[in-house]
């Protein structure tokens, strides 16, 4: 008669995964480890904005944990695929692309993926050479802000999968940060505060989101009857701040949209040591809402919104292109939602 201690009734959980380490994980076993249903656990890999942000994470670490290869995935590996998906940032200092980086690098581990990450350096041109140069060494690309023109962007497009993020294109899917609602509640606050002559501070020319804001600012502004100005453009860096922070002045707002908070941030530095009071001569409102903004002295006044999601998303548009037969539905457009988060850089108009 079989020991009870050694029937398959009785097994430790323990020795079912040491079992387990002898096959290749499935997506079952990812969702036994994680306690939810097969189909969360495939919807979170392939849609993760549809899913619970907790239970999406403890997917994620099941995932990691098995070293779980979704089957599309595998699939790829004997298809000559890569494996591997490049994301390109205009600048990887920049504190507003480390949130997109953590985003897109948890949603491709979850799948099985390796990032490779690109530094463009503002550059359209670099841009366009790494998306050339890795054409073998990446199955689809994620492009942070791109700074190449619609035409370039449309070339590119029909030799390799990518998605594209707060820039728009009619030729890849694209995920959008919605800049320009907040740009219109940043306008809206800053008129309840009795604000009638405003400056907008531009970014690099070469930037979309910096066009479609200044559009924007200019529309709705007018329409307040404000008095409105416009400088730059400005390397969104703070060692841009100074210069920005003096022509601000010359043109006499007594206040100003950012196109960053980095550019903000220098802009405030340089305020201080002029003896220019923020907000009391002066209101500043940033954007991206980095770490830090809550820092500044005094803290800054900026658009917030969820960023690493966006990563996320991205990154499920990608795959949905790389697996059209993994049953996940390739979408052309996501928005993400913006707000304004008020700190004290902004404050009453000077009388």
Sequence with gaps: ???????????????????????????????????????????????????????????????????????????????????????????????????????????????GVTQLLVDTEESSEMELDALHKMRKSADGFILAASRLTDAQLAEVSQSQPLVTFNRASTSAPTVMIDTPSAIIQALEHLASLGHHKVCYVAGPPTSWSNQMRWKVFEED??????????????????????????????????????????????????????GIRVPEDISIVGSDDIFGADFCNPPLTTISSPIEQAGRVAVSMLLAQLNPLSGSASRQLAVMPTHLTVRESTGPAPA
């Design 1 to 111: 008669m079989a020991d009870p201690a050694t029937t398959a009734s009785s097994v430790p959980a323990s020795l079912d995964a040491g079992a387990r380490r002898d096959r290749p994980p499935t997506i079952r076993d990812v969702a036994e480890l994680a306690g939810v249903a097969t189909s969360t656990v495939s919807r979170a890999l392939a849609r993760p904005d549809r899913v619970n942000p907790r239970t999406r994470a403890r997917i994620e670490e099941a995932a990691a944990e098995l070293n779980y290869v979704p089957s599309s995935q595998a699939r790829g590996l004997s298809s000559g695929r890569t494996n591997a998906v490049a994301v390109l940032v205009p600048d990887i200092t920049n504190p507003f692309y480390f949130d997109i980086i953590r985003g897109t690098q948890h949603q491709l581990k979850a799948a």
């Design 221 to 274: 502004a007018t329409k307040r009857g404000m008095e409105i100005h416009r400088i730059g453009p400005y390397t969104p860096k703070t060692t841009s701040g100074a210069a920005a922070a003096d022509a601000a002045v010359r043109t006499g707002a007594t206040a100003c949209i950012v196109f960053n908070d980095l550019l903000a941030i220098g802009m405030l530095q340089r305020f201080k040591a002029r």
